[in-house]
C-alpha cells in the first residue's frame, strides 16, 4: 500500500496568516493526489483534486501544488471557518490511503 | 444540487450482517462510480471500497481489511448504492460515507454503525 504521510499533525495559527501542511507518498503518484477539509461531526469536503486544481465553490485562499511524491496546500490567509481538520489522500492505486490529518487550531 | 445521503446504520452484534444505502439525487448516477470510506471514532479516514459504472463494467475492489466479508453493489435504475456488511468485527465499528467518484468529490453526512455485544 501506498503510505501518505502527513506533516505537522496539528497547527496553531491565526486569522490573517498564511499556513502551510505537506503530504509525502511513499512512491510515486504523478498527481493523483487530493486534499480534504473536515469539521467536527461532518463529512470531509473536498479542496484539491488532482494536485492542484480548486473544487467548485471553495475559496481561492486554498491552493495546491506539488507532483510525485511531495505535494503542499497552503491557505494564503486563514478565515475562521478554516480552522479544521486537514486530510491528504492518493488517489492513484487502490487501496485510496489518506494521511493521517492535521488539526488546525485557533492560536 | 448533488447529494448522496446514507441510510441503515445502528448497533448489531459481532458476526451479523449489516446493509447501508446510499441515495443520490442531482446528478445522473448511472455515469459515476461510488465509494465508501469509514472513519472510526476519533480516527482518520479509511477507503473501504468502490463500484465503478456500467460504462467500466461495474467492477469493485475493497480495501484488505472487508474483502471477502463487504459488498459493494448499485442499482441504477433507483440512484442507489449499497454496502453489504457481514460478519461484523467490534473494529467495524465506524462512521460510514458513500461518495461520488473513485476519490469522492461529493460525500454524504455519514451513518453510525456500532458493532458491539
Known amino acids: 500500500d501506498i503510505q501518505m504521510t502527513q506533516s505537522p499533525s496539528s497547527l496553531s495559527a491565526s486569522v490573517g496568516d498564511r499556513v502551510t501542511i505537506t503530504c509525502r507518498a511513499s512512491?510515486?503518484?504523478?498527481?493523483?493526489f487530493n486534499w480534504f477539509q473536515q469539521k467536527p461531526g461532518k463529512a470531509p469536503k473536498l479542496l484539491i483534486y488532482g494536485a492542484s486544481n480548486l473544487q467548485t465553490a471553495v475559496p481561492s485562499r486554498f491552493s495546491g501544488s506539488g507532483s510525485g511524491t511531495d505535494f503542499t496546500l497552503t491557505i494564503s490567509s486563514l478565515q475562521p471557518a478554516d480552522f479544521a481538520s486537514y486530510y491528504c489522500?492518493?488517489?492513484?492505486?487502490?487501496?485510496?490511503?489518506f494521511g493521517q490529518g492535521t488539526k488546525l487550531e485557533i492560536k | 444540487e448533488v447529494q448522496l445521503v446514507e441510510s441503515g446504520g445502528g448497533l448489531v452484534q459481532p458476526g451479523r450482517s449489516l446493509r447501508l444505502s446510499c441515495t443520490t439525487s442531482g446528478f445522473t448516477f448511472g455515469d459515476y462510480g461510488v465509494s465508501w470510506f469509514r472513519q472510526a471514532p476519533g480516527k482518520g479516514l479509511e477507503w473501504v471500497g468502490f463500484?465503478?459504472?456500467?460504462?467500466?463494467?461495474?467492477?469493485?475492489e475493497y480495501a484488505a481489511s472487508v474483502k471477502g466479508r463487504f459488498t459493494i453493489s448499485r442499482d441504477d435504475s433507483k440512484s442507489i448504492a449499497y454496502l453489504q456488511m457481514n460478519s461484523l468485527k467490534t473494529e467495524d465499528t465506524a462512521v460510514y460515507f458513500c461518495s461520488r467518484i473513485e476519490y469522492g468529490d461529493y460525500w454524504g453526512q455519514g451513518t453510525l454503525v456500532t458493532v458491539s455485544s
Open positions: 489522500q492518493q488517489s492513484f492505486f487502490t487501496p485510496y490511503t
Open positions: 463500484i465503478r459504472s456500467k460504462a467500466y463494467g461495474v467492477t469493485t
Open positions: 512512491q510515486s503518484i504523478s498527481n493523483y
